[in-house]
């Protein structure tokens, strides 16, 4: 009589985090500040040099890990910003995956880009948070103010446009932060009656608990995961 498989509790949380963006925007530079363990990455000599001084490209895709918290880990992943290993990059429809869209706030092409890769995560800009690095002493309020028409195309408030130091372990965590921390679940657009669709009750603030029931205080589930909540942070900042 074979043994009945005993499901284990303990295993941690596990989110994604994608980080995308063009060539040259911090993505694996920020995915190496992040990372609690050596990160691999792909990067290879480029076969030209880059007007900012760049001399690697990533062709495949950036892997590390990051662990707030005993009962978290959080895959970092960067993928390629050349259309031409555009096969590398992941789907970011998976249940925990949050993207972090790196743009680069030095560059002409600012508006160009951001029109360009929100068009590539087209229904899932619920996912997404947007992190500006190299912002040339811009305030983020006239960045926000150049990205506004590719916002309102894709429905993203101005808000979650951040300022970010790749380079900076705490500014990438910021950032990686409130990706984590937006909804599971793609909003509703609202009846064209005009009449405020029904809501889903207010779910009490998270408390850490035992690793059993996870970082949210809820039974673990691999088939319902919930995003990170502020349980974490103060962990993560010890």
């Known amino acids: 009589m074979r043994r009945p498989r005993r499901r284990r509790t303990d295993l941690p ?6 980080f995308a963006g063009p060539v040259g925007a911090g993505k694996t530079t920020a995915v190496r500040a992040l990372s609690d363990v050596a990160p691999v990455d792909t ?13 690697t490209t990533t062709v495949g895709l950036d892997y590390g890990t ?7 880990s959080i895959a970092l992943i960067g993928i390629p910003g050349q259309q031409r290993f555009a096969s590398a990059r992941q789907r970011v429809s998976i249940p ?3 993207v972090l869209l790196w743009l680069r706030g030095d560059r002409d092409t600012l508006v160009a880009d951001a029109d360009e890769w929100l068009d590539v995560l087209a229904g899932e800009e619920h996912r997404v948070v947007i992190a500006v690095s190299h912002t040339a002493g811009r305030a983020i309020g006239d960045i926000r103010r150049a990205l506004a028409a590719p916002l309102a195309r894709h429905g993203i408030p101005a808000s979650r446009v951040l300022a970010a130091d790749a380079r900076d372990r705490d500014s990438v965590m910021r950032v990686a932060g409130a990706a984590l921390d937006l909804p599971e679940e793609k909003p509703r657009p ?38 990170v909540c502020s349980s974490w942070r103060s962990a993560s900042r010890s």
Do not use: H, L, N
């Open 96 to 98: 925990g995956t949050r």
């Open 190 to 227: 609202d009846p064209p009656d005009g009449t405020t669709p029904p809501r889903r009750p207010i779910r009490p603030a998270c408390t850490p608990t035992s690793p059993a029931t996870g970082p949210c205080g809820r039974a673990s589930s691999a088939r319902r995961r919930r995003p």
């Open 43 to 55: 990067d290879v000599p480029m076969s030209f040099t880059s007007g900012d001084g760049k001399t």
């Open 13 to 18: 949380q596990r989110y994604r985090v994608i």
């Open 66 to 72: 990051w662990r707030p918290t005993p009962e978290v």
